[in-house]
């Protein structure tokens, strides 16, 4: 259905000096999938996975520039003698994004979308938008503001709207990167459903362990070409050391291990005092009387969607005026104000966080102290970033970065503000295993130095790797509060099956 | 403040056809801009008075319609029977304020009821049905779909830059421009992008129409309120 | 003519549009305080030189700003603005056209031009208060506030203003657009965005 003979493509990237460099995507791939196949597509950020879905729905050649050679075909037909939108007919598409991939602000309207610029009749596609409604469960998304809706959710609208469409190819970039558990419960029910079906599925991603049940294949890809290739069968005898010897997330949660380390240093606590705070609409509110955390030790946030996590995360660093909580930290008694002094979160999307013209610069603006010279404060700057392997990039342009590397750099201007409590919002979202494991080991190495962190995160893969303290949050109240331990660790895989019964 | 129309609607007590919320918008637009205040004209300016009124109250925005009516009826009280008996400057002073909320008053209060009665869907379908091209609807369309982004963006980055305490340390009005307008200009680039390899792939093209599942449709109360419209405009340019 | 344009285009006119409008809108509020009134048409360009220099690099061809004012002139015409507003965003959106395409969309001094000319359709939203329009609105004034208001009002508004506020526009818009390209220079080139 599906056939890459020869398939080379670069892109044409104009680099900030002005120059023009080619950038290779996929060399010279040869791959054919078969109708109703189900393949899944994995490797480190940058294999070339990506590009290889841009080659099926047909954004590839038709919107990124570049240089294609070789030949792809849909169904014995060339794309480049195909329009885009003759491809759009075939193949429906779901972004990484959630944030970005609609054209609508309606759920409904959005669903409805592919099928109206294909001319289909209205009447048909109300009735499709019905029915796809009740089979996936999601009546109660019709008709909404999509601004108002979890990122979990809008992805359940993005496939909502291929089911209206009803391609015979669905492809997947990386879907699940925004999404908790239970969402990506759900959409695995969607992608089986999809395959009962006879749909030709082509998934991108770094999250493995829900589709371990579903591939057909699955192919490993590195620097643009295929590097290793398993057939069903294959799959299943992956052990958790394969996953890790090839450098992919593990394919199954159970067999993740867990590394203890020696107990938590200081015996001081953070204690939270009358965290009571509500949004307007009532949702998301959060209601915490007292809540004592060891200090020097990196506390996992978990819970699920809507549960009051990221209002936690926010009322910690002081961003909600109404919030009349304190937390007592080393004998102070920290306000809103004095929190919004000592804490420092590294948000989901670290684009809105950096200002300035280059690294250094993004550094130095979060030393606040006057008494330091300019020299001394780029040295230190210099000495933070070398710390965080981000030596070569002085100069460079916080945003010519890439995703990883942003995220360093805001760590590094939370390490430079010296502030004693730093907060990630869910910091390892669409990462592969290699860049995973970097941010674990930063945040151990934060800890080396004295901070306190907090991570909001669904990602079990990493809690095992480096977290010490679980606060479990349920309808914005403490449900549970416990230090990680081979004791504890069924706690969290309870959370994530719980998660799963939900669906 | 929500800048756009609405995601979806509530049920309302009658809905109008977006062509007849743009008749009412001009005929009241024009008979507050420029009527007199005297004879038929000051009939007419009592009639568009009560519009918006009326309107607020079919979608149930009932505080706003009592405000606006008791603002409305005292300053054309006023016009009509303190001005003539006042002189000086509290004359100048009555008229000024009177001027501004009569003139205006309507007229903004019509556009804020068709943007809090129409959904963005309806509008596009409207604004195809009158035969706008492809070249102004689907900008339209991004238009209303991007705002409430950027006004995500805005926020994240205000979080951001009280977090960093950056208001602090900035004498220089231009940087502090600079450092809220920088981040959201990347994110509007990105979003274009993105934006434009999700249509693409979902089928959206320049040169094509397409179907709309929205349903709009002159109703006979669409054809009573643009008769009265056009009656109202007849007389205010007859007489 | 619509041949022209991909997808790509109109969904940059529109996010594009979309910031200008909103920048428009908060510098507008602030022109709710008196003082600012009478300079909005200076300050209002200022602010808005920087993302209007953005989107200038990212049009290569002809039509894209002449979408945007129409755009505008749509919008505030429903919020309740009279019709010399068409007129006067058409004709800023055409004539920072021709000066973008004697630039071959690629001179940095032409679009700050650019910046410049764009600006002028803001005189739509005031010219109820000049020339041919003025004696009209202040005709159609005199019966309802008497000719003590008209007096005071047409003083407030000599023609010598209008020239004033064209004069502000193009100042502003100068300004703008040469802060923005400062900023086009330092962020967007330097990160490869634009």
Not at chain 2, 39 to 58: D, H, Q
């Amino acid at each position: 259905m599906i056939e890459f003979s020869n398939v080379t493509f670069k892109y044409n990237v104009t680099l900030s000096d002005g120059e023009k460099e080619d950038i290779y995507g996929i060399r010279d791939l040869n791959f054919s999938i078969g109708k109703g196949e189900f393949v899944v597509l994995t490797g480190g950020s940058g294999c070339g996975k990506t590009t290889f879905i841009r080659l099926i729905n047909g954004l590839i050649p038709h919107f990124y520039n570049g240089e294609l050679s070789g030949e792809i075909s849909l169904d014995g037909k060339s794309i480049r003698d195909m329009s885009i939108f003759e491809i759009s007919s075939k193949v429906g598409s779901v972004f990484q994004n959630p944030r970005s991939q609609f054209f609508n602000v309606n759920t409904t309207d959005e669903m409805a979308f592919a099928a109206e610029n294909q001319r289909r009749d209205p009447e048909e596609i109300n009735k499709r938008i019905k029915d796809i409604a009740v089979s996936m469960k999601i009546e109660k998304l019709l008709d909404r503001n999509i601004f108002e809706l979890s990122g979990g959710e809008k992805q359940l609208v993005a496939c909502a709207g291929i089911g209206v469409l009803s391609p015979e190819i669905i492809v997947l970039d990386e879907p699940s990167s925004n999404l908790d558990h239970h969402a990506i419960n759900r959409l695995s029910e969607i992608l089986s459903a999809w395959k009962s079906e006879g749909k030709t599925i082509i998934i991108a991603e770094h999250r493995l362990f829900y589709l371990g049940d579903l591939a057909d294949r699955m192919i490993v890809m590195e620097n643009g070409s295929v590097c290793n290739e398993f057939k069903r069968e294959d799959l299943k005898n992956l052990s958790h050391e394969d996953t890790v010897k090839l450098g992919i997330r593990t394919l199954s949660l159970d067999s993740v291990s867990y590394d203890c380390k020696p107990g938590i240093g200081r015996s001081s606590n953070l204690i939270f005092s009358d965290f009571k705070f509500t949004y307007k609409k009532n949702r998301h509110s959060i209601d915490i009387p007292k809540l004592d955390i060891p200090e020097g030790c990196v506390t996992a946030i978990i819970g699920h969607n809507g549960a009051g996590k990221s209002t936690f995360a926010r009322n910690i660093c002081g961003l909600e005026k109404r919030c009349r909580g304190y937390i007592e930290y080393l004998d102070k008694r920290l306000g809103y104000k004095d929190r919004l002094h000592n804490c420092y979160m590294i948000m989901q999307d670290v684009n809105h966080q950096l200002f300035t013209e280059s690294v250094e610069d993004e550094v130095m603006l979060s030393m606040t102290s006057d008494d330091m010279s300019e020299d001394d404060k780029r040295e230190r700057a210099r000495e933070i970033l070398d710390k965080l392997d981000l030596s070569k990039y002085y100069e460079t342009h916080p945003m010519a970065l890439s995703g990883g590397q942003k995220q360093r750099v805001a760590i590094a201007s939370g390490i430079a503000s010296e502030k004693p409590i730093i907060v990630f919002d869910e910091p390892t979202s669409g990462l592969d295993l290699f860049h995973m494991e970097q941010v674990a080991d930063v945040i151990k190495d934060l800890i080396r130095i004295g901070k306190n962190v907090f991570v909001i995160t669904h990602d079990y893969e990493f809690i095992l790797k480096c977290c010490d303290h679980i606060i479990h949050l349920e309808n914005g109240t403490v449900k549970d509060s416990f230090n990680l331990d081979d004791g504890s660790i069924c706690k969290i895989k309870e959370f994530m099956c719980e998660m799963s019964e939900v669906s | 403040m929500e800048i756009g129309l609405q995601s979806n609607l509530s049920r309302d007590l009658f809905h109008l056809d977006p062509r007849t919320k743009l008749a009412i918008l001009i005929t009241v637009g024009i008979i507050m801009m420029s009527g007199k205040y005297t004879g038929v004209e000051y009939v007419l300016r009592l009639i568009c008075v009560a519009v918006p009124f009326l309107l607020l109250i079919s979608i149930r925005l009932f505080r706003s319609a009592f405000i606006y009516v008791l603002l409305m009826y005292s300053t054309v009280l006023c016009e009509g029977f303190i001005i003539p008996h006042t002189k000086g400057m509290i004359n100048l002073m009555i008229m000024i304020i009177c001027g501004v909320i009569s003139r205006f008053g309507p007229g903004y209060l019509c556009g804020w009821y068709v943007v809090k009665s129409t959904s963005v869907s309806e509008f596009i379908t409207a604004m195809e049905r009158m035969h706008f091209p492809n070249i102004i609807t689907i900008p339209m369309s991004v238009m209303f779909r991007y705002f409430p982004t950027l006004k995500e963006d805005y926020s994240s980055i205000h979080d951001a830059m009280k977090m960093r305490e950056i208001g602090k340390k900035i004498k220089n009005p231009f940087t502090y421009i600079e450092y809220i307008l920088v981040p959201v200009m990347m994110s509007t680039v990105r979003i274009a992008n993105d934006l434009s390899a999700a249509s693409l792939s979902k089928g959206l093209g320049v040169n094509r129409t397409r179907t709309h599942i929205c349903k709009i449709g002159l109703r006979f109360i669409d054809y009573i309120l643009i008769i009265s419209m056009v009656v109202m405009l007849v007389t205010f340019y007859v007489f | 003519m619509e041949n022209k344009f991909s997808i790509k285009d109109l969904i940059t006119v529109g996010v594009f549009t979309a910031l200008y409008f909103v920048v428009t809108f908060i510098v507008a509020c602030l022109g709710f305080i008196p003082v600012f009134m009478a300079f909005m048409p200076l300050i209002g360009p200022i602010f808005n030189g920087i993302p209007l220099m953005l989107y200038f690099s990212k049009i290569k061809h002809f039509g894209m700003i002449t979408i945007t004012s129409i755009i505008i002139a749509i919008l505030m015409f429903l919020t309740g603005h009279p019709y010399p507003i068409f007129i006067f965003c058409i004709g800023a959106g055409l004539i920072t056209e021709f000066v973008l395409r004697a630039g071959k969309y690629e001179s940095i001094r032409n679009c700050v031009i650019g910046s410049a000319t764009f600006s002028l359709w803001l005189l739509g939203m005031v010219i109820a208060f000049f020339f041919g329009f003025r004696d009209a609105y202040f005709a159609s004034l005199v019966d309802g506030y008497g000719q003590a208001y008209v007096d005071k009002m047409m003083s407030l508004t000599p023609t010598w203003m209008f020239f004033a506020m064209i004069v502000m526009c193009l100042v502003g818009g100068t300004i703008g657009g040469l802060f923005g390209a400062k900023v086009l220079k330092k962020h967007f080139k330097k990160a490869g965005m634009a």
